[in-house]
T-cell receptor
């Protein structure tokens, strides 16, 4: 099935470093969401974006909805060990519609 | 932690058998979506239920079917299980007319299905 292109696939960083990941699509979305999934659990919603160009923060996390509506970025500042996990972007065309997910970015943090 | 619950947490079935997975939605939500997540991949949309009817379906065969009940809980049924059906099955509840905070899709912990 269709998936968004998410990069990088994995990152191994030092605690305290900043992290950036992005997601691109060949088609537009009207909502972008970022989720984090820990092993054996369901994805947890981190940030939702509703307007092109929107920049939204949630603590140390900042996400942006690309102007073209075909991409989104997630930044994590001053990473800590509990940031370890898999981060997924998801695009949604409209209210009530399905989510299309990226392949995930696996983040590993070295203390 | 979301208010979405799923049962069972783990299940082992034999090829050809049938399985039913259950999901209870979060309070205030009226829509349930089901996703299949293979190991190392992002979730793939199976279908969505709103007002007790299927409202959108992904690229899954008819042996994947579902129900939604008046209390908005839902079931996913899979007939004639195949080895490739082994995956984590996730349900997500939401408001149908989303686009506002609190109405996005919130996921349950998933059911891990193994088909042998």
């Amino acid at each position: 099935g269709q998936q968004l292109n998410q990069s990088p696939q994995s990152m191994f960083i030092q605690e305290g470093e900043d992290v950036s990941m992005n997601c691109t699509s060949s088609s537009i979305f009207n909502t972008w969401l970022w989720y984090k999934q820990d092993p054996g659990e369901g994805p947890v919603l981190l940030i939702a974006l509703y307007k092109a160009g929107e920049l939204t923060s949630n603590g140390r996390l900042t996400a942006q909805f690309g102007i073209t509506r075909k991409d989104s970025f997630l930044n994590i500042s001053a990473s800590i060990p509990s940031d370890v996990g898999i981060y997924f972007c998801a695009g949604q065309l409209g209210a009530g519609n399905m989510l299309t997910f990226g392949g995930g970015t696996r983040l590993m943090v070295k203390p | 932690e979301t208010g979405v619950t799923q049962s069972p947490t783990h299940l082992i079935k034999t090829r050809g058998q049938q399985v039913t997975l259950r999901c209870s939605s979060q309070s205030g939500h009226n829509t349930v979506s089901w996703y299949q997540q293979a190991l190392g991949q992002g979730p793939q949309f199976i279908f969505q239920y709103y007002r007790e009817e299927e409202n959108g379906r992904g690229n899954f065969p008819p042996r994947f079917s579902g129900l939604q009940f008046p209390n908005y809980s839902s079931e996913l049924n899979v007939n004639a299980l195949e080895l490739d059906d082994s995956a984590l099955y996730l349900c997500a509840s939401s408001c149908y007319f989303s686009g506002r905070a609190g109405c996005e899709q919130y996921f349950g912990p998933g059911t891990r299905l193994t088909v042998t």
